[in-house]
């Protein structure tokens, strides 16, 4: 039992005990299409965090975008955070409405 415990603390890269929402983050994942194999970052801010996922938005021209991450998925390279945002509420689902300089986040 201990070591698959420690298995599973020694493949997870990123501490996600440090993230909340609120937090601008890029995460670097790994792409197949065919048979290449690339990495592409994904830069948003966290709506929510649960026990094993996180989501991430970002607005794209006029477009919101949003990407559900598994918090042990093997296609995750790094993490890096940008920027601590101070909000209220654990899961902002509010800011899905806000658009323009209303969408910004207080730094911490």
Do not use: C, H, P
């Not at 991430?56 to 559900?68: H, P």
């Not at 993490?79 to 689902?93: A, D, H, M, P, T």
């Amino acid at each position: 039992m201990i070591n698959k415990i420690n298995f599973v603390s020694n493949t997870s890269k990123i501490d996600f005990r440090k993230l909340n929402s609120g937090d601008n983050i890029t995460v670097y994942y790994s792409i197949i299409e065919g048979e290449k194999k690339r990495i592409q970052s994904f830069k948003g801010v966290i709506i929510k965090i649960k026990s094993q996922t996180f989501t991430v938005r970002k607005i794209s021209g006029e477009i919101g975008v949003e990407r559900i991450f598994n918090i042990n998925q093997t296609s995750i390279k790094k993490v890096i955070l940008n920027k601590k945002g101070q909000v209220r509420k654990s899961k902002i689902y509010y800011f899905r409405k806000l658009r323009g300089k209303k969408a910004k986040i207080k730094e911490k």
